[in-house]
């Protein structure tokens, strides 16, 4: 409000200059005018400078708020959507929309209606005149969406889909150069990149068009003003002040139009990804929980013993029950149906199946990264959705069918990155037969990794995999193929902790 009605200040100083100093000629009146006019426009400059500070924290806080759920999401069971892929670049493009200048643009366009009272106190045509002008516009602005909207679209969309593209095939080096698949490979870019590059010069091609008709429109909106105001000054119905400043009033009244048309591009980026987000968090907690009606009368039933829930301390033995566990896809496809069985602490249950059967599927359940539709899961008597989650996370080991691991070293990685615990770390390493290859390296447990690291071949990650799932001998293990990359020796070295 402050910058808006500052804004009047140009107006008012020229109003004072023909009207009153040039005819009075009075210098003392010139310097009293001129200083207050510099007054108020290092008042109009704070006022800019306070908006853009508030902007500024606002994206901050937003950033805030934000980030820390959409890193848990997308590090969570549901991060393999494109949503939570996409979900901190997203925040950050929102982030440097709010704090620009073109969010000002919608701040400032409701003010139009102050200039143009303005203008029709100066004179009733110039009022009129400027409403047409306005409305004209805001036609202008409205059309601009409409012709640009797809083709960004559709630009954005081709590059997310180059960007997808390569980020598979750069985790796939090896075998593409192996089997030789770069030259088919590098043909399907080309073809992803060359519409990806005519989407987006035809979506720059509207926008330069589109930017280049308001600029024309509007300097012609400022000229007819001008034109009107000196034939109303002609005629005497305004002052040569009112017809200078009337072309002032007018540029000011139009400026968001024209900041919203050069930013339009941004605007629709932003809104893009603050319906993203929108989903993502709305949809995040159905996804992470999704509570069953059988898991809802469970937390009725568990409500008294609450204390027990969230205590830390209880120590889970891993008496494991499913009942009736049910998943299907989002198709209605049915992966698992019916699951009824127990596993009582000290037993092993080994699964067998064809491929495609549901035994990972049953697996990613045991380990709460998949959600299913019908029936419970139970832990010692207590449904699993009850337990805190860093209890059993404590209480639970797990090997997957690939072996990630993280940027650290290999301590670490044991030890998943929570406060090391040596004697544990060794236990574990010795356990999974992996202890005497690890002292064999140049620096031991404090090798550094990563995701792409050389250093320990297939079979030896598998069997740090098969640490970290036995460091501090959790309660429950749960192993996907535990033997998929190792050789008898491996074997040898893996079965017999399994099985004690």
Not at 6 to 25: C, H, N, V, W
Not at 134 to 159: G, K, M, T
């Amino acid at each position: 409000m402050l910058t808006n009605l500052l804004m009047l200040a140009p107006t008012l100083y020229l109003l004072q200059l023909y009207d009153r100093i040039i005819q009075s000629r009075s210098e003392m009146t010139l310097l009293a005018v001129t200083l207050i006019t510099l007054m108020l426009f290092g008042v109009m400059a704070l006022a800019d400078w306070l908006r853009s500070r508030v902007a500024i924290k606002a994206g901050t806080r937003l950033d805030t708020l934000l980030t820390t759920r959409l890193f848990a999401l997308g590090l969570s069971s549901q991060g393999a959507s494109g949503a939570s892929q996409q979900a901190l670049q997203d925040l950050t493009l929102l982030r440097q929309f709010v704090t620009g200048s073109g969010m000002f643009a919608f701040f400032d366009l409701p003010w139009t209606l102050l200039y143009i009272a303005v203008l029709f106190v100066l004179s009733p045509i110039l009022g009129w005149l400027a409403i047409g002008l306005c409305l004209l516009q805001f036609a202008l602005a409205v059309w601009n969406q409409r012709s640009s909207e797809q083709p960004l679209a559709d630009s954005s969309a081709a590059r997310l889909q180059v960007a997808q593209f390569l980020e598979s095939k750069l985790r796939n080096l090896s075998t593409l150069h192996v089997l030789g698949m770069l030259p088919s490979l590098k043909q399907r870019w080309q073809q992803l990149q060359s519409g990806w590059n005519q989407h987006d010069a035809t979506a720059q091609q509207i926008q330069q068009r589109n930017q280049l008709l308001n600029k024309f429109a509007r300097y012609s909106m400022q000229s007819g003003m001008l034109g009107i105001a000196a034939w109303l000054a002609v005629r005497g119905d305004i002052s040569i002040g009112a017809m200078i400043a009337s072309n002032v009033l007018i540029a000011r009244a139009l400026q968001p139009f024209d900041v919203i048309v050069s930013t339009w591009k941004p605007f629709m980026q932003a809104r893009a990804c603050a319906a993203n987000l929108d989903v993502l968090l709305a949809d995040a907690p159905a996804a992470l929980q999704a509570p069953t009606v059988a898991q809802e009368s469970n937390i009725n039933a568990l409500s008294q013993s609450s204390a027990l829930s969230q205590s830390t301390t209880l120590n889970l033995t891993g008496h494991l029950s499913l009942r009736g566990l049910e998943v299907t896809t989002p198709a209605g496809q049915a992966l698992l149906r019916n699951i009824t069985l127990e596993i009582r602490p000290g037993e092993i249950l080994g699964i067998l199946g064809a491929s495609g059967s549901g035994k990972t599927t049953l697996l990613r359940c045991l380990v709460n990264t998949c959600p299913w539709q019908q029936g419970d899961i139970l832990v010692d008597g207590l449904s699993r959705a009850q337990l805190p989650a860093g209890l059993y996370a404590q209480a639970i080991g797990y090997l997957p069918q690939e072996v990630a691991l993280l940027d650290g070293s290999i301590a670490g990685n044991i030890a998943r990155f929570q406060t090391p615990d040596p004697e544990a770390i060794l236990q574990a390493a010795q356990a999974a037969g992996i202890h005497e290859a690890i002292l064999r390296l140049p620096q031991g447990y404090d090798t550094p990794l990563n995701a792409e690291s050389k250093v320990l071949s297939g079979g030896q990650r598998q069997l740090l995999g098969l640490a970290r799932a036995l460091y501090q001998q959790p309660a429950i293990i749960v192993l996907d193929e535990p033997n998929a990359h190792l050789d008898e020796h491996g074997e040898a070295a893996c079965l017999p902790p399994c099985c004690c």
